[in-house]
């Protein structure tokens, strides 16, 4: 193998399989071999990777990828947690998306999985009074990936943003763990209201589409929000909602429905 094993002690299975997925692709399409090579197999784990991969994307004439892979490295070292909720983005993201097919294809390809570990950088940075450069990371993260999530936001692990196009998150806004939503989601502001704003989103809960939760509202764990809805009031755990304004429209199906994706509102048909 060309990649550089962990010892014995270190080992990282996922970022041996996405190592052993690397050069399976090269194999198959040799052109794409120094985008692989650049990407994975030069790099001796997965916070390495992804700081390389999150510095290529965001540098600009404006700041250097050198300098961002610096950042980066220095967060991953100060805060493994990080890395650790990237592990779990990365897995949450192979189990749910039915487009993916390898751990790999996120890290390379999947734009939804770079822009929440871009956010996870600016947010370490808010956290350590380097608020000016957090901004530059969420400008840039919207630029390049359209995704506008606020730095001082607070996100959990295991996040699946499919598509991740047109995504807002606000300041005050709340993510718990194991969180799936799709493109052009809106988690924000009803007006120009000061403080604590932004909606309170449970563990597991599955947003669906174009679906937008405005006003510092809660929506209860395992809740389920249907595509094009707009929820203006607090969900109850483990139920469905939809429509506009959102109103309940039946259980959430399933006791995970972040887990299992289903979007059919079975007992509105």
């Known amino acids: 193998m060309r990649y550089a094993q962990p010892s014995l002690t270190e080992v990282d299975p996922v970022w041996h399989r996405i190592c052993a997925e690397a050069e399976e692709a090269i194999a198959k399409e040799p052109l794409i071999g120094g985008l692989i090579h650049a990407g ?6 997965l916070e390495g990777a992804l700081a390389y ?3 290529m994307k965001l540098g600009s004439p404006e700041m250097s990828e050198q300098l961002l892979r610096e950042i980066a490295d220095a967060a991953y070292v100060d805060s493994p947690d990080l890395i650790d909720a990237a592990r779990a983005d ?3 993201t192979f ?3 039915p487009a993916c097919h390898r751990l790999m294809k996120p890290l390379i390809f999947f734009k939804g999985f770079q822009a929440v570990q871009s956010y996870r950088l600016a947010h370490w940075l808010h956290q350590n009074d380097r608020r000016d450069m957090a901004f530059f ?3 840039r993260t919207s630029e390049m990936f359209g995704v506008d999530i606020h730095p001082a936001a607070r996100i959990g692990k295991g996040i699946m943003i499919d598509h991740a196009h047109s995504i807002v998150v606000g ?3 709340v993510v718990g763990d194991n969180v799936s939503m799709l493109h052009s989601v809106t988690l924000g502001g009803t007006g120009k209201e000061d403080h604590d704003r932004h909606p309170k989103i449970g563990d597991g809960v599955l947003i669906g589409a174009g679906a937008k939760v405005l006003g510092n509202i809660t929506v209860g764990d395992c809740s389920r929000i249907a595509a094009g809805s707009v929820v203006l009031e607090d969900v109850p755990a483990k139920k469905t909602v939809a429509g506009v304004p959102a109103r309940i429209v039946g259980e959430a199906g399933c006791s ?3 887990m299992s994706m289903d979007q059919i509102l079975r007992s509105v048909m």
């Open 40 to 45: 994975i197999l030069h790099h001796k784990s």
């Open 53 to 55: 991969r999150i510095a």
């Open 90 to 92: 990365l897995v949450a």
């Open 95 to 97: 189990d749910r998306d």
């Open 137 to 139: 990371i969420q400008m």
């Open 171 to 173: 300041e005050t806004a």
């Open 256 to 258: 995970q429905p972040s």
